[in-house]
């Protein structure tokens, strides 16, 4: 066995992956297997006793939003009693940010690796603050969902459809170059996402005023593209998955309990370790004491070589998860110590286009005791508040350790 070889073919899967957004449709329908009483969540499995709150205060919210629970007790009741089944996105060929909470009547990006021909999926991004994916469930929460679900969603299919489709590797290889890293920091891509979409939305929606309030929806928020770009990031890691004796990983993600990553020559099995406490900022009335432990799916970005791996080309990130611009560089350049090679197609300007560090590598990681750098948002604690910030965060090593000791017993090693 020759483990070099095998992850110069899985990252090279990686990188050549070619994700376009084809469209948008009810996850009962497009993700397969989903059904009417399954509910996918971020991160490794997690069971409601010991979900954190923001968890507890999306499954809430997504049951209320299907109509079948009034509040938290209800929902409690129902998952307890298995009348509710939980399972993380991940087992579906998805992923959802924070909370990542994903119910069947739900409307979700539809993205075709036309490299490897498989789909993945992603819900709708809602913006920030008191949200769902934050563990609200208000009324507002609620109502703001229902309008992406029943008015939003049915035009951006169509207006996708009229695209012939939208190219997120070129997206992000562009965005890179105007500031973005892809994970927090999303301005550009969601302006380019904006732009490409705009004259289809306007001939596909009812009458200017949908349009319009469709337009103004994605233009405030600069995290519009997130969620799309998560699953081209999952497409991307999941072509390098399952290559037989591959270190690399390929899925990094937190329910807000567990840290769990898989590993490409180790199949479906997931290493787990308690979540990190994010270090950044906080919004006026909220401090470190408020914040939940690290939460969501959106870490597969930092798994397929951006996110935190990318913060060199994207300094003003730092106005948002704290510290210096020179702090955003030399994330980038400690990341090179951890990683395979540097990607072709995602550049970064101020190094001199040097590709960004990808493919992290699990026997690097143990050798040099550098965990991934992420780039996160912060939930409040309890269920029901919503957003209070965003900073930095690291994976525990165990779950590393863990992972090599598992492949060299695999591979008698």
């Known amino acids: 066995m020759n483990i070099d070889q095998a992850n110069a073919t899985a990252v090279e899967r990686m990188v050549e992956s070619q994700p376009i957004l084809v469209g948008v449709g009810k996850a009962l329908e497009v993700i397969p297997d989903m059904k009417e009483n399954l509910l ?83 819900n709708l991004n809602e913006g920030y603050g008191k949200v769902l994916r934050y563990g609200a469930y208000s009324q ?156 969501g799916d959106s870490v597969i970005t930092e798994t397929a070589g951006i996110g935190g791996f990318a913060m060199a080309t994207a300094p003003a990130i730092v106005t948002f998860v704290s510290g210096t611009p020179r702090d955003a560089m030399n994330a980038t350049l400690e990341m090179y110590e951890i990683c395979e090679t540097e990607h072709k197609y995602f550049t970064m300007p101020v190094l001199d286009f040097r590709g960004t560090p990808v493919g992290i590598d699990i026997r690097k990681v143990i050798e040099t005791g550098i965990t991934p750098r992420i780039n996160t948002g912060i939930a409040h604690k309890n269920a029901g508040v919503g957003q209070v910030g965003a900073g930095l965060v690291r994976p525990p090593m165990n779950v590393f350790e863990e992972a090599l000791v598992a492949f060299a017993e695999r591979y008698n090693i």
């Open 40 to 122: 996918l969540h971020a991160g490794p499995p997690i069971t409601w006793d010991r979900a954190s709150g923001p968890m507890r205060g999306a499954i809430t919210g997504a049951l209320i939003f299907e109509g079948k629970a009034h509040d938290e007790a209800e929902a409690q009741a129902l998952v307890e009693s298995g009348e509710i089944e939980l399972a993380p996105c991940h087992h579906y060929n998805a992923v959802g940010p924070m909370a990542g909470l994903t119910s069947p009547s739900m409307e979700v990006y539809i993205v075709e690796d036309r490299k490897f021909g498989h789909k993945t999926f992603s």
């Open 140 to 295: 507002e929460v609620i109502d703001r969902l229902t309008w992406m679900n029943k008015t939003m969603a049915p035009v951006l299919h169509e207006a996708l459809a009229a695209s012939g489709g939208l190219d997120l590797k070129a997206l992000l290889s562009e965005a890179l170059h105007m500031g973005d890293e892809g994970h927090n920091r999303n301005k550009a891509g969601s302006i380019l996402f904006l732009k490409a979409l705009a004259p289809h939305i306007v001939r596909a929606a009812p009458d200017s005023g949908t349009a319009a309030d469709i337009l103004q929806a994605i233009g405030d928020n600069a995290l519009a593209v997130l969620n799309p770009v998560m699953a081209a990031c999952k497409a991307m890691a999941d072509a390098a998955h399952g290559i037989e004796g591959s270190t690399l990983v390929s899925t990094m993600a937190r329910n807000g309990t567990d840290f769990g990553i898989r590993v490409s020559g180790l199949g479906e099995r997931w290493f787990t370790g308690p979540v990190g406490q994010p270090k950044g900022l906080y919004f006026p009335g909220y401090t470190a004491e408020d914040g939940s432990g690290d939460i």
